[in-house]
């Protein structure tokens, strides 16, 4: 059965927090097993992520500063999906912003949600290939703190492997997109 | 540099929600890069997953129903981390209440961030090997709505690659997990 049919009846909806990313909310709600209660989630548009990957192989990421976890994470280039944008356009906007770089080849990955326990974010996943530097790169949120980084694919399997701060977007994108230019 | 050493100064801290599993912060923070301003995250104790692989190599899941995305998702057990749990304790006890297994072996995978743009949740993945059904298996969460499935690596990988709702976590874990049960 694909996602998204089975709608728990909602029987209270309750915004607990509307922010510029995503809103929060606390809903009473019947689930098709018949249990009912309170359920909390993340209401979210979407995120957007590519996999750059250059001429020569390297994968372009970012090590990024995350509040949440006090460090700096190695994350492919990614945003939020804004109103009245497709996440292919989410991501063409982004890779410039994040990483400086346009690509002129895009292969969609598909998508999959990132943390169903408590948010309905779907991330949908690129592959950008054939790769121009942009000459004055747009800029991004000044709250940002990131670098960009390239590595072979080995480097960055290491860094999976070793549990080096790649997330789990990163780690799930990478494997799907790995068929498509992977010898 | 490790995560979790660069932690932001926390001017103010307000609590919006306390949940049963995770909290909802907003707090006033000045970044390591002096950009300051109000972020919000979920503040989880962390997830605890196996991957658990019978004798003969199949991989045994979960269906699961999650209100979030409205439908049923392709996960492998997994559950949050309870106080005076390690991760470890805690996925020895979700196996047997979500999945019906004990297993014997057991071997740690390491740990990835979640979703760090709004969760501090960490997934701790593991390995279980040598299962034994177990006759009358704990009573998991009332609200869960689970079926128990097992795939081959071949159909477990078709439903990652046609985006047959499959969760980050699992896609992630599987993939760290592969190397060590596949010839």
Redesign the interface.
């Given at each position: 059965?694909?996602?998204?049919?089975?709608?728990?009846q909602l029987l209270k909806q309750r915004l607990?927090?509307r922010?510029r990313?995503?809103n929060?909310e606390?809903n009473s709600?019947r689930?098709?097993?018949k249990?009912e209660?309170d359920?909390?989630?993340?209401r979210h548009p979407g995120?957007a992520l590519a996999i750059p990957v250059t001429a020569e192989g390297k994968l372009v990421l970012t090590r990024q500063?995350?509040?949440?976890?006090?460090?700096?994470?190695l994350?492919f280039p990614a945003g939020?999906v804004e109103p009245n944008e497709t996440p292919a356009q989410t991501i063409q906007r982004e890779i410039e912003e994040e990483v400086g770089y346009r690509a002129n080849t895009w292969q969609s990955l598909?998508?999959?949600?990132?943390?169903?326990?408590?948010?309905?974010?779907?991330?949908y996943a690129f592959l950008a290939t054939n790769l121009e530097a942009v000459d004055n790169p747009p800029e991004g949120d000044?709250?940002e703190?990131i670098d960009v980084v390239h590595m072979t694919c080995e480097e960055f399997e290491r860094a999976?492997?070793?549990?080096e701060?790649?997330?789990?977007?990163s780690?799930?994108s990478y494997?799907?997109a790995k068929?498509y230019f992977s010898s």
């Open positions: 059965m694909p996602l998204g049919n089975e709608p728990p607990l927090f922010g990313k995503f929060f606390i709600l689930l098709p097993n249990s209660g359920w909390e989630c993340i995120g500063y995350r509040f949440a976890v006090q460090g700096r994470l994350e939020t598909g998508n999959f949600p990132l943390a169903p326990g408590y948010s309905d974010e779907f991330i000044v709250d703190d999976i492997f070793k549990g701060g790649v997330d789990a977007k780690i799930a494997f799907i068929p």
